[in-house]
């Protein structure tokens, strides 16, 4: 609790009226040996102390939350009024299954910065999650992840590693083809194998990026006004108005899985060529 004072006190000194921190900053993340952190309850005096912490400033920040059964890994964002907007992370990796239960929706929400949204990690590479929280506007998406580099081959430099590349890529389109502000945070450091690639930042509703960090810790601090940048946006084209819905088939099941070894059916036995390439490869596997 203390770090996170410091680093919302270091970033409202510095201008800040929003503050996005990453997954499970209250409290810690999953431990080296897959356990997760003591869980903390909504209505508790983790979530009170936040929100005194806050003050004047609309603070985001992720914790486990007890459930019935196993924790959620939530999100929560607060100001010193209190309880603002609550989110539980609705996909989970399969080295995050065991230890929470998964949300099972997404929803914005008001706040005296505008109207946010909240995802956490892997929810952002689905891109039904950020386009559900900006139909129900949001202006602003906070994105809270503890995302690691590649667990089979991490890259010797974090700036090389291709979950770094599928990260970044992930916060400029989620920004762009929703045309939202879009605030990015993320781990640094080690816990057991794992190292957090960090990348926090501040992107646009064009997909620019306004303010990162990098690898190492620190703040991204960007000045942008969201109901603005939006409307400047959309003015000359608007993502969201121009969908074909009628078009879409996103309700349909996966297609099968190739496995190893596997050979290709024969041209005779072919099915019709997938309309979608696969997705990147998810944070945690």
């Known amino acids: ?129 950020a386009r559900t929280l900006a139909l129900d506007g949001a202006e602003t998406i906070a994105a809270l992840s503890a995302w690691p580099l590649d667990r089979r081959e991490p890259a010797r430099r974090i700036a090389a590693d291709r979950q770094t590349r599928h990260f970044n890529l992930l916060d400029e389109s989620r920004a762009l083809e929703n045309q939202v502000v879009w605030i990015s945070s993320n781990l640094t450091g080690k816990i057991g194998p794992l190292r957090f690639l960090g990348q926090a930042k501040v992107v646009d509703p064009d997909g620019h990026v306004l303010a990162r960090t990098g690898g190492r810790a620190g703040i991204a601090l960007a000045e942008v006004s969201p109901r603005a940048a939006i409307a400047e946006s959309r003015s000359q084209i608007s993502h969201l108005d121009d969908r074909a819905t009628e078009a879409y088939r996103t309700d349909r099941p996966a297609p099968p899985a190739a496995h190893p070894g596997m050979q290709d059916p024969t041209p005779e036995h072919a099915g019709p060529a997938p309309a979608l390439s696969p997705a990147p490869a998810p944070a945690l596997v």
């Open 1 to 129: 609790m203390r770090r996170i004072e410091s680093a919302v006190e270091s970033a409202r000194g510095a201008g800040a009226s929003l503050v996005v921190l990453p997954e499970c900053a209250l409290g810690g993340y999953l431990r080296a040996d897959g356990s997760h952190a003591a869980p903390i309850d909504l209505g508790g005096p983790e979530i009170a102390r936040l929100s005194a912490i806050a003050g004047d400033t609309v603070v985001c920040a992720g914790f486990t939350e007890r459930g019935p059964g196993r924790p959620y890994s939530s999100a929560v964002c607060v100001n010193g009024d209190g309880v603002l907007g609550h989110h539980r992370k609705v996909h989970l990796p399969p080295g995050e299954c065991e230890a929470f239960a998964p949300g099972d929706g997404f929803a914005a929400f008001d706040t005296p910065v505008g109207r946010i949204g909240m995802l956490i990690c892997y929810d952002k590479l689905f891109p039904e999650a």
